[in-house]
Structures are given as structure tokens and as C-alpha cells.
């Protein structure tokens, strides 16, 4: 079983930058598979960002080219480096991770707003 803490979220300008970071707290963190998501009010909860154990990513079509996705294995976090951010990036965003069980952090609020 893992724990996860989102930090990093906030309010920031159009074409500002924010980095989320997620601790997992637990073992085998390298075994996990790990995934962003957001959630709008009113909206399904989608995809962001996924990155594999073997450090293969994957990005939502919105975010392709503003947004990075990274782990570091020896401090059990994945990391989102959001660039270039949009109105339409703000929602709550939330951590995943994935090994024979599904796991969710609590979310972290980022707004973008002129």
C-alpha cells in the first residue's frame, strides 16, 4: 500500500509555470506505475500525464509541449512541470499510482487566472 502527497498547486497568471510534486509514501516505488490527472468543476476527471516504471510518458493532447512529466525513484516522487499554463489548465490535480492496485492522493488546487 502507498500514500500519496501532492504539493506545488496554486494560483499563477496566463503563461506562468507551477511544478506539482507527489510523494508516495510507502515501498516499491520504482514497481509503480505513476499518473497525474485533473478534474474541473463539472468535468470527468482525465488524464494528464502518465509515466511508466521503464520512464516511458504519455500526455494528454492539451498539454503536449507545456507540460513534463518525471520521476525520481530515489525520493519515491513524480514530478509535473507545467509550463505555459492556460485557463482552461485550472482544476484540481491529482496523483496516481498503479501496481496491482490503484492509488490517489488528495489533489492540490491550481488555478490559472489573469
Known amino acids: 500500500q502507498v500514500q500519496l502527497v501532492e504539493s506545488g498547486g496554486g494560483s499563477v497568471q496566463p503563461g506562468g509555470s507551477l511544478r506539482l510534486s507527489c510523494v508516495a509514501h510507502g515501498s516499491f516505488f520504482s514497481f509503480y506505475d505513476m499518473g497525474w490527472y485533473r478534474q474541473a468543476p463539472g468535468k470527468q476527471r482525465e488524464l494528464v500525464a502518465e509515466?511508466?516504471?521503464?520512464?516511458?510518458?504519455n500526455y494528454a493532447d492539451s498539454v503536449k509541449g507545456r507540460f513534463t512529466i518525471s520521476r525520481d525513484n530515489a525520493k519515491s516522487t513524480v514530478y509535473l512541470q507545467m509550463n505555459s499554463l492556460k485557463p482552461e489548465d485550472t482544476a484540481v490535480y491529482y496523483c496516481?499510482?498503479?501496481?496491482?492496485?490503484?492509488?490517489w492522493g488528495q489533489g492540490t488546487q491550481v488555478t490559472v487566472s489573469s
Open positions: 509515466i511508466t516504471t521503464g520512464r516511458t510518458t
Open positions: 496516481n499510482a498503479q501496481w496491482r492496485s490503484g492509488y
